[in-house]
Antibody, heavy 124, light 108 residues
């Protein structure tokens, strides 16, 4: 079964850091671009950033709201994607979803697989 | 940044009837448009990509149309499990993916 499982969420104070993990199974993780999408309580979906597969350099792109504070990385040997979040703000409070790019060996497409999400609460 | 605007915000429809949801882009996104369904407490699910291609396992009652700036998601005969929030997403202007604000489809 193709699956993504996020972990690492929790309560953190403003200005602190947190790292989320996304563990993949059921497919060849290294062949796909991966994205993070978040959803604030009662709000809509907001794309956070993505990482290309190693075939495309493993490079990353970010939304303006998180650029310079968040970093996405991947460990293909463990089938895990990471979201390192630094200098957290109260407005970063959200459920964070890990997603897979629809098309293998590509990027810049829709997201066909989503994890169940992990909640991050930024509060003092 | 491309802004995606969905209408209406809430749509009330009776089971068995047709539902039509709209999504408008602030500039052309060609056919690089996806639709997602989200039920309470669940992750979004991909329904449609490429504006009109159903994702794997999606029933035929879901259909998408449009190109450029105007898009429509149609559910031909609503089932009880279809009542949810629907989001459109453009991926033409990647890497700056943007989502619409969502349409809540509720039982009339």
């Amino acid at each position: 079964e193709v699956q993504l499982v996020e972990s690492g969420g929790g309560l953190v104070q403003p200005g602190r850091s947190l790292r989320l993990s996304c563990t993949a199974s059921g497919f060849t993780f290294g062949d796909y671009a991966m994205s993070w999408v978040r959803q604030a309580p009662g709000k809509g979906l907001e794309w956070v950033g993505f990482i290309r597969s190693k075939a495309y350099g493993g490079t990353t792109e970010y939304a303006a709201s998180v650029k310079g504070r968040f970093t996405i990385s991947r460990d293909d040997s463990k089938s895990i994607a990471y979201l390192q979040m630094n200098s957290l703000k109260t407005e970063d409070t959200a459920v964070y979803y890990c997603t897979r790019d629809l098309i293998r060996y590509s990027y810049g497409n829709a997201f066909d697989i989503w994890g169940q999400g992990t909640m991050v609460t930024v509060s003092s | 940044e491309i802004v995606m605007t969905q209408s209406p915000a809430t749509l009330s429809v009776s089971p068995g009837e047709r539902a039509t949801l709209s999504c408008r882009a602030s500039q052309s996104v060609s056919s690089n448009l996806a639709w997602y369904q989200q039920k309470p407490g669940q992750a979004p699910r991909l329904l449609i990509y490429g504006a009109s291609t159903r994702a794997t396992g999606i029933p035929a009652r879901f259909s998408g149309s449009g190109s450029g700036t105007e898009f429509t998601l149609t559910i031909s005969s609503l089932q009880s499990e279809d009542f949810a929030v629907y989001y459109c997403q453009q991926y033409n202007n990647w890497p700056l993916y943007t989502f619409g604000q969502g349409t809540k489809l509720e039982i009339k």
